[in-house]
């Protein structure tokens, strides 16, 4: 992978790891990303908190950011201070709550989100899904073009997101995005 010709963020499935979690987010960081998003969403906020413990330790030890998912409550109570939103959470932020996180992403599937999230504070998306991928068996990407436009309508980074691996990602550089996001190149 070739990490200096953009930004790479990894994001966390542990669903998708065969091993040991630790061990994988290790070699995941070892790849030297961006940044990583904890995206374990499907956890309690309990358990959440429990993960992402360890995960920011990992991080802080490879000098990676650490970016929590969802859990806004939880990335404060860690120090964390930044997060990545589903946009109908971002729209329930409040202006208070915002102000808390130096930097907020949110997850965006149309032109129409980008442009929403945008306006509701925040500061970087990822856009997608770009390519085919098995974490949307079924769903017919949206590609490109999709991608272009949205980076387009935005003066905040894009990041696209969506079937991304090394032999497609220079395409969404190319179509405009700040860097790509990757799931299972990380997680397996």
């Not at 945008?118 to 017919?140: L, M, R, W």
């Given at each position: 992978m070739i990490m200096s010709m953009y930004k790479t963020i990894c994001i966390t499935n542990r669903h998708l790891v065969t091993g040991d979690y630790n061990t994988q987010i290790k070699k995941a960081l070892s790849r030297r990303p961006y940044a990583l998003i904890l995206r374990e969403k499907d956890l309690t906020e309990k358990d959440y908190e429990c993960v992402a413990k360890d995960v920011i330790k990992l991080c802080d030890e490879a000098g990676v950011k650490c970016i929590l998912h969802t859990f806004d409550e939880v990335a404060l109570r860690l120090g964390i201070k930044e997060i990545h939103m589903p946009l109908n959470k971002l729209l329930t932020m409040d202006d208070?709550?915002?102000?808390?996180?130096?930097?907020?992403?949110?997850?965006?599937?149309?032109?129409?989100?980008?442009?929403?999230?945008?306006?509701?504070?925040?500061?970087?998306?990822?856009?997608?899904?770009?390519?085919?991928?098995?974490?949307?068996?079924?769903?017919?990407?949206?590609?490109?073009?999709?991608?272009?436009?949205?980076?387009?309508?935005?003066?905040?980074?894009?990041?696209?997101?969506?079937?991304?691996?090394?032999?497609?990602?220079?395409?969404?550089?190319?179509?405009?995005?700040?860097?790509?996001?990757?799931?299972?190149?990380?997680?397996?």
């Open positions: 208070v709550n915002k102000k808390k996180f130096d930097v907020i992403g949110a997850s965006t599937h149309s032109v129409e989100d980008a442009v929403l999230a945008e306006k509701n504070g925040a500061s970087y998306i990822t856009a997608g899904h770009v390519f085919a991928t098995d974490c949307k068996k079924g769903v017919p990407p949206r590609g490109l073009s999709f991608l272009e436009e949205v980076c387009h309508a935005v003066s905040i980074p894009t990041y696209a997101i969506g079937g991304i691996h090394d032999d497609n990602a220079m395409a969404c550089i190319k179509a405009g995005a700040a860097g790509v996001c990757m799931m299972s190149e990380f997680m397996r």
